[in-house]
């Protein structure tokens, strides 16, 4: 299963103004049928979210890699007569990720002896599967799903709380209450994840609808652009543009994924 | 017969489970062909907005006292700092449209001016006259924010906390009514649902001022009205300007505060 992929973080003019770095972080992996896709937006008042949100992404995608390499049998296993092991138990998995995650960051502060909220950051993944998908998601930022027929669905939607300048991290103690985890058996032709510098543009505040008027230019631009090596720059441009940068001043990331036709 | 020796153990870069194989090979293939440097990159065609999605706001409601002891120099400079508040909120343009104002005035306790755009804000000429009934300003000001919270809810704006400012230069003139404002003020502050700032003219009292809030009330130096309101319009900027967990770092009130 292949998927065609762009992504791209960039900084917001307010971080540029402010002279922040873009704390935004984004890491894709494929291990064999799944895809994996984590983005995560280290918060602005914490000094070293840069750092936060790149290794939470890491950190926690690569161990959902492992765990799913691990799971699968090769196809030489299958010649040999492996049998088909149960299917990984993704939400477990997705859970176990992001404690991992969390612990590289608590390890990450005590190494540089700065508190743990220094790291502070919002995390999202999801694992799409042929047949189903798994999401994990604490803070704002949002994940859409997008179906064969081109309509598009939020699949976890942001946590506010009640004001807008208000999240829960990761770095929170009391981070386990905060997470969202959706599932649901059905397979997606694609999907998307962003930060919340994005998710103004996209996803309705009251509905928490997904705005196909966003999503199906970069649907129908990418099932039809096979230069694979420009996706994320093409992207990375779209993100830039004075349109983008009208409507939000901060960091922007967005990840797409479709299979391949 | 087909040989009997078993199948390779796959590599990294044959493992059918790692990455797909152009993902190794493509960079390579560019370098030494030069094939997509001279092909132009395709631009994403236009994207459009959710347009029902509206822009955050910060509400402010000024609780300000014109009570006959505000009479003069005093509500004169009042006014004046009022319209130094309206220039600084116009100078940036995302604080125009996403900062809200409201303004009380007591006594008589009144809605002297509705919520609006900072943009569209024309401050009133404001006169001095009867006593002081904080307490019940203070309980208008607090409906307010809360019928305001309501309805950005119900039509999904985001919000940021509400701010309420209190002017004052005497003492409650309504009895008792201030405590329950008090009461209410401070749950909502340590629920962090709104946040409270006193300030004491000359005369005011700052017991009482400190009674109100978690927060120390502010001593108003001098007249000096412009020099808080333009402290405020920055404030308001900063905070209808940051982002999720972003801590708003007030400048410190220095010019205008003894």
Redesign the interface.
């Known amino acids: 299963m ?2 065609r992929i762009a992504k791209a973080s960039v900084i917001g003019t ?1 971080h540029i103004k402010a002279e922040m770095p873009c704390q935004d972080s984004h890491y894709v ?4 049928d799944a895809l994996i896709v984590a983005v995560s ?1 280290g ?4 000094e070293r979210s840069e750092v936060g949100s790149a290794l939470a992404c890491e950190i926690a995608t690569d161990y959902v890699a492992q765990q ?2 691990q799971v ?1 049998p ?3 296993q299958k ?2 007569g492996a049998s088909a092991p149960a299917e990984p138990a993704y939400a477990d998995i997705l859970h176990a990720a992001f404690v991992r995650a969390r612990q590289a960051l608590e390890d990450e502060a005590a190494r540089q002896t700065v508190a743990l909220r220094e790291y ?1 950051c ?1 995390l999202l993944m999801i694992v799409v599967t042929p047949q189903q998908w798994h999401s994990l998601h604490i ?2 930022g949002a994940m859409v799903g997008i179906y064969a027929d081109g309509s598009v669905q939020t699949l976890s939607l942001p946590d ?1 709380g ?6 829960v ?1 990761l770095t929170s103690s009391e981070y386990r209450d905060h997470l969202r985890a959706q599932h649901r058996n059905e397979g997606l032709t694609g999907v998307a994840a962003m930060s ?1 510098g994005v998710q ?8 928490g609808a997904a ?1 196909p ?3 199906r ?2 649907i ?2 990418l099932q039809s ?1 096979d ?4 996706l994320d ?3 990375h ?2 993100l830039d543009s004075d ?1 983008l940068r009208q ?1 939000s ?2 960091d922007m990331t967005l990840v797409i994924a479709l299979r391949e036709p | 017969m087909w040989p009997t020796q ?5 590599t990294l870069r044959n ?6 194989f ?1 993902s190794d090979v ?2 390579l293939i ?1 370098y030494l062909f030069d094939v ?1 440097k001279t ?1 132009p ?10 347009p ?3 822009d ?1 706001r910060c509400a402010c409601v000024l609780v300000l006292d014109t009570s006959g002891s505000m009479h003069g120099e005093r509500i004169a400079e009042l006014n004046a700092g009022l319209a130094a508040f309206r220039d600084a909120l116009q100078t940036d343009s ?1 604080a125009q449209s996403r900062v809200e104002i409201a303004i009380i005035t007591f006594g008589p306790a009144q809605l002297t001016q509705d919520f609006v755009e900072a943009g569209k804000f024309t401050p009133p000429t404001l006169q001095a006259s009867g006593d002081t009934p904080l307490g019940a300003a203070l309980q208008q000001a607090l409906d307010l924010v809360s019928v305001r ?1 309501q309805l950005y809810k119900d ?7 509400p701010w309420v400012f209190l002017i004052s230069d005497g003492a409650p003139t309504d009895g008792a009514v201030w405590k329950q404002a008090a009461t209410r003020i401070k749950s909502e502050e340590s629920a ?2 709104m946040v409270f700032f006193a300030v004491g003219v000359d005369g005011a009292d700052m017991n009482l001022l400190a009674e109100l809030s978690t927060r120390t009330p502010m001593a108003l130096k001098g007249l000096h009205f412009r020099e808080m309101f333009v402290w405020l319009s920055a404030s308001l900027q900063k ?1 209808s ?7 708003v770092a007030l400048d410190k009130p220095d010019d205008f505060t003894i």
């Open positions: 292949r998927w307010g992996r494929v291990v064999g937006d918060l602005g008042s914490a799913l390499t699968a090769n196809r030489w010649l040999l502070a919002t803070g704002d506010n009640e004001f807008i300048n208000v999240t991290p919340d103004p543009m996209c996803i309705n505040f009251k509905t705005y008027g966003f999503f230019p970069i129908q631009w652009h230069q694979l090596s420009q720059d093409a992207l441009t779209m349109k409507k001043d901060d | 078993p199948p390779p153990a796959p493992h059918p489970h790692v990455q797909p152009h493509r960079p560019t997509e092909t990159m395709s631009n994403i065609p236009d994207v459009s907005f959710d029902t999605n509206p955050p995302v919270k039509n999904g704006v985001p919000y940021y906390r962090k649902g905070v300007q940051s982002q999720p967990g972003q801590q």
